[in-house]
């Protein structure tokens, strides 16, 4: 392993242990992904790490700690903490910066693709059954707005029912991992529609025009339609009203941060 730099700290203000943790895990992590620590690999002792990142004990124990909740490195009693020795390191995301227009902008491309294909799926195997799981989603959804709220549950549970129809097991599982990072983008998204009517009104028509294409067994025109539906949430959420991103969608966006560090979601 490669002597790190040490982290620095904001100035006249020590950055909170958490913050360092989680830099010092990301850093971990990079050195175990390049495969700079191959698999099987110890890891430095905790006093080598702290004094290599300059940070406390405390603080690589917390990192070290979220690599064992990500799955990539696993403690041996009395022999040290050692890299799992795996075919395939689980998927996870740097969200350091993830409190940012950008970050959410970027999970939605991340979104788009998937979504695009399971609309599309969607549309070819969908069962009466699936179908009357979309609109009692899309009713609940109505509802949820209806009753003030920004629907973001409602609308988490809208898409999952259009994955359901995709028949998909691997998609459902890959979209199901990736919920505790939309969940929060979700928030963020709905939060500023939410605010205004016309971006309401085009979220609603959206949704319809994919719940139709799939009704309808055109798996094209609900692919087009899902595309178009992620397109536009990356539109709106880039036409936020700058107050909107300083206060409420920049605490909605930590949920990005939370989730990236708690492993996968239940």
Not at 66 to 79: A, D, H
Not at 132 to 154: F, N, P, S, T
Not at 183 to 191: S, W
Request: glycine share 6%; proline share 4%.
């Amino acid at each position: 392993m490669r002597t790190p730099a040490p982290l620095p700290v904001a100035t006249g203000l020590m950055a909170p242990a958490t913050r360092l943790s989680e830099r010092v895990a990301s850093q971990l992590s990079d050195e175990i992904r390049s495969g700079r620590i191959a698999p099987g690999g110890r890891l430095p002792t905790e006093a080598a790490l702290a004094a290599a990142y300059g940070v406390s004990r405390t603080v690589v124990r917390e990192a070290v700690t979220r690599l064992k909740s990500q799955g990539l490195v696993t403690s041996r009693q009395g022999s040290g903490v050692f890299v799992v020795d795996a075919a395939c390191v689980p998927l996870s995301f740097d969200a350091r910066s993830a409190q940012s227009l950008q970050a959410v902008v970027q999970m939605v491309e991340v979104r788009r693709g998937l979504e695009a294909e399971v609309a599309a799926l969607a549309a070819q195997r969908r069962s009466e059954a699936d179908l009357k799981g979309i609109r009692q989603a899309m009713l609940a959804l109505d509802e949820a707005v209806r009753e003030g709220g920004d629907g973001a549950e409602q609308d988490v549970a809208y898409h999952r029912a259009i994955a359901l129809a995709a028949q998909n097991p691997f998609l459902i599982s890959t979209l199901d991992y990736l919920r505790q990072f939309l969940r929060g983008v979700t928030r963020v998204t709905r939060a500023n529609e939410a605010r205004r009517r016309d971006f309401a009104r085009q979220v609603h028509a959206e949704h319809e025009a994919i719940a139709q294409a799939i009704e309808a067994g055109d798996a094209a025109r609900a692919r087009r339609a899902a595309t178009r539906h992620m397109d536009n949430a990356i539109a709106r959420i880039q036409q936020a009203d700058p107050a909107f991103w300083q206060q409420e969608g920049d605490r909605l966006a930590s949920a990005l941060t939370a989730a990236a560090g708690s492993g996968p979601a239940s």
